[in-house]
């Protein structure tokens, strides 16, 4: 029996891999299925026992079935609903979606002045490892914004271009009056893990405040443990 789109929008049945095949394969057979997945998800967001993993996993089907479409206005066509949900938690999942799949950076500058801190966090997030000249300039500007989670993205995603820029953002987060931002600073360095990283969360072990010694602690045990892994991973066999 072949799997319906509640099914495979239902993270419990299947993994997102195989349920994007099985998408892929519905549409190969069925004509508009893409227009049938985005009238059950606006059906699930409308409902008032509305499951959020069922609409994640369905905006991430969506994504991946309009991905390297020709023609791109299609697909921010199909997500501008959920774009404009009046729950930040799924606009922010939209966004993050979309900005993954997109070749388009015209819109994104539009969605850094989202009031919700989640929707700019996830878009920086859908960022990373892009390509485009643009990029780097979104990324620097997001490094002044309030919120810490969103600073943090935008200089991880520096890290990951690449850019000159990030060991100065990462500074400035470790070095932040603010512990929100000392505290990002700290999911960063655990992210990067370059060799200086365990020196560098050494002061944090003793910060003022307790959330940020807590994650300083973490993330030096983590680091510690991934290059125990990588040392024996790396010595020869008896």
Not at 152 to 158: F, K, T
Request: aromatic residues 6%; contains cysteine; proline residues 6%.
């Amino acid at each position: 029996m072949a799997a319906t789109i509640p099914q495979i929008c239902d993270p419990a049945q299947y993994p997102l891999g195989d349920a994007v095949e099985i998408a892929r394969d519905l549409a190969a057979k069925r004509p508009a299925v893409e227009l049938h997945l985005v009238q059950f998800l606006q059906a699930q967001c409308f409902s008032s026992h509305v499951s959020l993993p069922t609409v994640f996993r369905g905006l991430e089907i969506l994504g991946a079935l309009l991905s390297g479409n020709a023609d791109e206005n299609r697909l921010i066509t199909l997500l501008r609903p959920f774009l404009r949900s009046s729950d930040p938690q799924i606009a922010s999942k939209c966004v993050l979606v979309l900005g993954r799949q997109s070749r388009s950076m015209v819109w994104l500058r539009g969605v850094m002045n989202e009031t919700d801190e989640r929707i700019r966090a996830n878009l920086i997030e859908s960022l990373w490892r892009r390509k485009e000249p643009e990029v780097e300039a979104v990324l620097q500007s997001a490094l002044r914004d309030p919120h810490a989670r969103v600073a943090a993205n935008a200089a991880y995603g520096l890290y990951l271009i690449g850019s000159d820029l990030w060991p100065d953002a990462l500074q400035n987060l470790v070095g932040s009056q603010n512990a929100a931002f000392r505290r990002s600073g700290v999911w960063v360095l655990k992210c990067v893990g370059t060799p200086d990283a365990p020196a560098r969360l050494q002061p944090l072990i003793r910060d003022t405040n307790a959330d940020v010694r807590k994650a300083a602690f973490a993330a030096l045990k983590h680091l510690r443990e991934r290059g125990e892994r990588s040392a024996m991973s790396a010595a020869p066999a008896a």
